[in-house]
């Protein structure tokens, strides 16, 4: 019987315990949260910092709007084209597209990417393609070879892909990329470097919208405060109040009418609190580092806040000199340089900064400088300016 008894305690030991409930008794422990951001992918980046920001979105217009409608010229070491075929297929690239929109798609893929595709359709060999269009950049893949070096890309829509093969003759597609410092294939795009700001800006404007949407903060509270020194209302007393408010002090009907309390109640005004008033600024340095980002004068954006230029004309200027030229001068010479590949011609397709009117008193000055040099040969003040070589006389 001993044995027994000891045989059963030990059979008993052996099952494991039950709880009733799996999380009756869980414990949880609190600690500092981390932040968080959104993804960092194409398309949701596009969505958030483009789509659902106006600060990107108005830095994208603007540096690809202005890109776009700068005065395109063609030329050689010998002469300047007044037309050439070249000239005529980037004016009219496409039934659906001019010069300008064409461009604009063009830098609005590189502003938001990091990347822009141009696709050749048409043509024969050795000959310019007849038409050229802008695909989408989070659509193409970059299929590179057993050396790294891309040997055909790859556009996916409608759930099939389309493959450009590159590497003999001129290649179909031409892959205007940004600088990225670890990437071989993609570029890096602004939209990426200010995605924190543009996180940062987003949760602001929420935060304003969901105030807006508790009626901002209370102007003020109606305290109850009895004789006897009771602080609650009985329930008729507390409806006639809450119906007298909505009748009579709520909406813009009712704006500025002075309120009369009985005995028992008090006004208690209130405000935003230091830290509710800092979300404003946190806004606007957030819009000031998107604006950053893509090399736009927050003065341009109606910021507030920032006096870098001495005035509107200085801003415009330096968006044009640090931020437009730059991109447009890097796109058309590489858009000249595949085009040529068709013909294999050494062409330049290059902004014409006589035509810019923000540039207009730059130019002047340089042109008085250059002409007012009477140590300079003709050709070497053509140089100077840019111009192509004069054809010596026969």
């Not at 064409?102 to 050795?126: I, K």
Request: hydrophobic residues 40%.
């Amino acid at each position: 019987m001993i044995l027994d008894f000891f045989r059963q305690n030990g059979a008993e030991a052996k099952v494991p315990e039950q709880k009733a409930s799996a999380t009756g008794r869980v414990a949880a422990w609190h600690g500092a949260g981390r932040v968080a951001w959104s993804p960092r992918d194409t398309v949701t980046l596009t969505r958030t910092g483009f789509s659902g920001n106006p600060v990107g979105f108005r830095c994208v217009k603007m540096v690809a709007e202005a890109a776009a409608s700068l005065p395109l010229v063609l030329q050689d070491d010998a002469q300047r084209y007044a037309a050439h075929p070249i000239l005529t297929l980037v004016r009219s690239p496409n039934p659906a597209q001019g010069r300008a929109e064409l461009f604009e798609a063009l830098y609005g893929q590189l502003l938001l990417t990091g990347n822009a595709y141009v696709e050749a359709v048409g043509g024969a060999e050795s000959q310019i393609p007849l038409e050229l269009h802008v695909l989408r950049s989070d659509r193409m893949s970059v299929v590179p070879g057993y050396d790294g070096w891309p040997i055909a890309y790859e556009y996916s829509v409608g759930g099939r892909k389309h493959r450009f093969t590159v590497g003999e003759g001129p290649s179909p597609v031409c892959h205007v990329k940004s600088f990225h410092p670890q990437d071989d294939h993609y570029g890096f795009s602004p939209m990426q470097a200010a995605a924190q700001a543009v996180d940062v800006h987003n949760s602001a404007s929420r935060w304003s919208k969901a105030l807006l949407d508790n009626a901002a903060r209370p102007s003020g509270a109606i305290v109850y405060k009895s004789a006897d020194g009771q602080g609650s209302l009985s329930n008729d007393q507390y409806d006639r109040l809450v119906s007298e408010m909505e009748s009579h002090h709520q909406g813009a009907r009712n704006a500025g009418r002075p309120m009369l309390l009985e005995g028992g109640l008090d006004w208690k005004p209130m405000g935003f609190s230091p830290s509710d008033m800092e979300f404003q600024q946190t806004k606007e340095s957030a819009a000031r580092e998107i604006a950053l980002a893509f090399g736009v004068p927050p003065m341009l954006l109606g910021i507030p806040g920032d006096a870098t230029f001495a005035n509107y004309q200085e801003a415009n200027r330096a968006f044009y000199r640090q931020t437009v030229l730059p991109l447009a001068a890097r796109v058309a010479a590489c858009v000249a340089d595949w085009l040529a590949s068709f013909t294999g011609e050494a062409l330049e397709l290059k902004p014409d900064l006589d035509q810019v009117p923000a540039l207009s008193a730059e130019r002047d000055a340089q042109w008085a400088r250059v002409t007012g040099a009477d140590f300079l040969t003709e050709a070497e003040k053509r140089t100077l300016l840019g111009l192509p070589a004069l054809e010596e006389e026969t």
